[in-house]
């Protein structure tokens, strides 16, 4: 699986990217976090307010910080 | 004593709160209010409660409302209209989007990558950190309706008339030549229901206090110095109604300054009781608001040089102008 969390290195997200590591070991996926902070990229993905959170390919959540049960609920489908 | 008077006194500007922190200064410190530093000690509390309360308060309330107004959202709907039009939208959107300085600059790419004219942009990233519900609601509170109404109805003006003066410039070539080839990309934004809003304009009070309260704390440490410590003489002659440059100064005063409106309050609130005219606060207020050395870094990973420094005039010029024309005109407001 390949995960990609969107922001400029702002708390959120690595509030987000502590989640999602919790969420990641509770469902025992093995996945590629990558961590992108390139604003024309980000943009690219539609995607203004940060963080955003992108798996495989498709934009799950932006500008918020979703908990652990709403990240199972995303990594799930 | 009338019923909104009472409402006006007790709810908005929290006179029991006065009365409260008054007790405790006085009896529980055994300090006199009349003293400098009662008087200090007394200013400094109140206020930063009072600061907290509304904040948490007003926050809530406008992130539910701006929830229904996502940075992707407003891209669309400014993109609707044209010229003027769309001047006047940026600057309106501006005061119900979501926004806090570090996304400025996805939302700026977002924008010309979605075709949004560079003015309509310009308009929004000025009325954004200078006026939203929030700051209206504490101004109220602070200062009255009246000088609420006119510093948002005035921030809305530079707003427009910044972004005209930008796209009169044509300076669209002096926008970072990467922004333009990023693609347009329309997301689907999640369907959010009632309790979503509620949850998110928790999470925004959380966030914005948790992030705000350090300058809050220096602002009203601030306001509680000039209040009570510095004398009404010094206040004056570089301030007052007297000195012709009082505008000029405070604008470059509030310029490098980087806070919001939260902290900007208690300074001005102590100003204006040391007579400083309602024109150059909010000449003050709108230069530490609007500009800020860490915005204009921020900006400049998108802009080159040029547009900068246009932007950076023509918003001072604005607020400057504001300033002495408010000054003159104040007999009207207060």
Known sequence: MEIMILGTGCSKCEKLEKNLEVALKELNIDAHIEKVDNLAVIVSYGVMSTPGLVIDGEVKSIGKVPNVKELKKMLGK | ?334
């Not at chain 2, 009632?194 to 948790?210: L, Y």
């Open chain 2, 1 to 334: 004593m009338n019923i909104f008077t009472w409402l006006n006194d007790q709810l908005l500007k929290m006179k029991w709160l006065w009365d409260l922190v008054e007790l405790l200064v006085e009896k529980v410190f055994g300090l006199s209010m009349g003293t400098r530093i009662g008087g200090s000690i007394h200013f400094f509390i109140y206020d930063a409660i009072k600061i907290f309360i509304l904040l948490s308060l007003v926050i809530f309330i406008i992130s539910f409302i701006q929830s229904y107004f996502p940075p992707e959202k407003t891209k669309k709907i400014i993109g609707r209209f044209k010229g003027l039009k769309g001047n006047i939208f940026g600057a309106l959107l501006g005061t119900v989007t979501p926004f806090c300085s570090c996304s400025s600059i996805p939302i700026f790419i977002g924008f010309i990558s979605a075709g949004l004219p560079l003015g309509a942009t310009f308009s929004f990233l000025i009325s954004s950190p200078m006026i939203d519900l929030a700051s209206l609601m504490l101004l109220m509170s602070f200062f009255g309706t009246r000088i609420a109404i006119v510093y948002v109805a005035l921030g809305l003006i530079v707003a427009v008339i910044g972004g005209i003066f930008i796209s009169k410039l044509k300076m669209e070539k002096y926008v970072e030549s990467y922004v333009w080839d990023v693609e347009n990309v329309d997301i689907e934004i999640e369907k959010m229901n009632h309790k979503d809003r509620v949850e998110f304009a928790k999470e925004q009070v959380k966030d914005i206090v948790g992030r705000v309260w350090p300058y809050i704390l220096v602002g009203v440490g601030i306001g509680a110095g000039i209040h009570n410590w510095v004398p009404q003489s010094i206040i004056e002659r570089i301030l007052g109604k007297g000195n012709p440059f009082s505008v000029l100064i405070a604008t470059f005063i509030g310029i490098p300054i980087y806070a919001d409106i939260f902290g900007t309050i208690p300074i001005a609130e102590a100003l204006m009781a040391k007579g400083v005219g309602i024109g150059t606060v909010i000449s003050f207020m709108m230069g530490v608001t609007t500009l800020s050395i860490p915005s204009l870094v921020m900006l400049s990973k998108v802009v080159k040089p040029r547009l900068l420094v246009a932007f950076v005039a023509i918003v001072t010029l604005g607020i400057v102008i504001l300033g002495y024309g408010l000054n003159g005109f104040s007999f009207l407001l207060i």
